[in-house]
């Protein structure tokens, strides 16, 4: 992972993160949209983009060295979090260890990447995201809070630094949060307290809430109006038993800790996790499946802790055997990954069959394109290009604050789709202010002879850059 972090292979969401790191950078406390240039609030100017923004403001470097930076900084506090979790659930040495194998190689024979999810191929891509970050603060919550329900309890400084943690994550990354949510409920529900620790939780709890409402960049609470995110999601729901049948294996482990103790966090944890995703699939709000870590995490951390604390004996030997295969073919369904570090072409043929590409990015235009400037792409490159600092006509993602969306949406359309007059076209640029046009040759848009443009590069496969002149 440090050397994939080295190369930072471009993938899914990078282009957004960096492109909100660059306007912090500029604009610390008001910059603006990450994406087109309007002035509204964005859900990814969060304390721990805030953090990059400063971090590139104070020294100077370049958005991508900060990410790195970042990437090295979540890694760092990802694995010291299941450490500490994994040793306040009682386990023995080897547990730690032998959880971080587990929380990234038991997946499934399918390789699935999202945010949020640490599968050593997800991972790879992701690094850089604040998902890993609030993945890696939420286990670090979750050690402090079994640490802080022990008895004799912890002190009211302990709980309210909880609650801070706990917004902190929440407005990170928004699932990770309602999965750090729901590992703190399967903590308490665990844990045998006393009276005296509830008012510290409900100030935990209160202070918590201050900090989501009191957040300067965006509105929380806002979010949970939001729609859209159904279809997008939809794919959590499919291809369960190939992505996720060597999980089967902690549910097992699961299984063994209720029977000792039906109150086990680990297993609370699990029963959480598997109503949401389950009311998510039922009700039709697939959204709700990104709670799928809290079902995955507990089971993979379970396994971990039962083969490392078992008994010696015959038992022990055949439970570590089956783990092993289970790591193993895990290890062989991801090893692909290998491929963001030495490249795709030094890869066997097996794996390169199933290695994908990383993204060319848009550094050749820099040269010519300038910070804020605007430029008029499809959504594929507009994922990229904001991440060098110009706008786009249209946002890459969907971006729930931005209330002409749906109109931006369509000036692209009408920009490069059939049937549309040259004056629509021109009437488009002129709107948005556009000074630039990336473009595939077959995209369509004004002929490539037309007097409003002016080719000015030829970038990686075929990409065009036009500057508008007119």
């Not at 500029?26 to 304390?47: A, I, K, M, Q, W």
């Not at 603060?137 to 400084?157: E, I, M, V």
Request: hydrophobic residues 50%.
């Amino acid at each position: 992972m440090l050397l994939v972090i080295v190369r930072l292979p471009w993938a899914g969401d990078l282009g957004m993160h960096a492109a909100t790191v660059e306007r912090l950078r500029r604009h610390l406390t008001d910059p603006g949209n990450p994406l087109v240039d309007e002035n509204t609030p964005s859900p990814y100017y969060s304390p721990w983009t805030v953090f990059l923004g400063v971090l590139a403001r104070l020294t100077g470097a370049s958005v991508w060295v900060v990410l790195r930076a970042g990437a090295l900084i979540s890694l760092t506090l990802l694995l010291t979090g299941v450490w500490r979790y994994v040793r306040a659930l009682g386990s023995g040495r080897l547990a730690p260890p032998l959880a971080l194998l587990c929380l990234v190689l038991l997946w499934g024979t399918q390789v699935f990447n999202w945010s949020g999810f640490l599968g050593l191929n997800s991972l790879a891509l992701t690094v850089a995201y604040p998902s890993v970050f609030a993945l890696g603060l939420a286990f670090h919550f979750w050690a402090t809070l079994s640490r802080a329900l022990k008895d004799p309890p912890a002190g009211w400084t302990l709980f309210l630094g909880l609650g801070a943690m706990w917004a902190a994550i929440l407005l990170s990354h928004q699932f990770t949060g309602v999965v750090a949510t729901l590992g703190a409920l399967a903590t308490v529900g665990g844990a045998r307290t006393a009276r005296l620790v509830w008012p510290r939780l409900a100030a935990a709890v209160a202070l918590g809430v201050a900090i989501l409402a009191l957040w300067p960049y965006y509105d929380f609470f806002g979010l949970f109006g939001v729609g859209g995110l159904e279809a997008i999601h939809r794919p959590l729901y499919q291809h369960l038993f190939a992505r996720f049948c060597l999980v089967l294996l902690g549910v097992a482990a699961l299984a063994v800790r209720a029977r000792r103790d039906r109150r086990d966090p680990l297993v609370l944890f699990f029963l959480l996790g598997v109503l949401v995703f389950a009311a998510g699939g039922l009700s039709g709000h697939y959204s709700w499946g990104r709670a799928l870590p809290a079902v995955v995490i507990p089971a993979q951390l379970a396994a971990a802790v039962e083969v490392a604390g078992a008994a010696r004996g015959r038992a022990r030997a055949v439970a570590a055997g089956v783990l092993a295969l289970a790591l193993a073919a895990g290890a062989w369904t991801q090893a692909q990954t290998v491929g963001y570090v030495v490249g795709g072409k030094a890869l066997p043929g097996p794996l390169a069959a199933k290695y994908h590409k990383p993204w060319v990015g848009y550094h050749w235009i820099t040269p010519w394109v300038g910070y804020g400037d605007v430029v008029m792409a499809k959504t594929f490159p507009a994922r990229q290009i904001a991440a060098y600092g110009p706008y786009t006509v249209q946002p890459g993602y969907p971006d729930f604050f931005l209330p002409d969306q749906a109109k931006r949406d369509a000036a692209v359309e009408t920009y490069f789709g059939a049937g549309h007059s040259r004056a629509a076209r021109l009437a488009v640029l002129h709107e948005y202010g556009v000074r630039w046009v990336v473009q595939w040759p077959s995209d369509g848009g004004l002929p490539p002879r037309d007097p409003a443009l002016r080719k000015v590069a030829t970038g990686p496969g075929g990409r065009l850059l036009y500057e508008v002149v007119r």
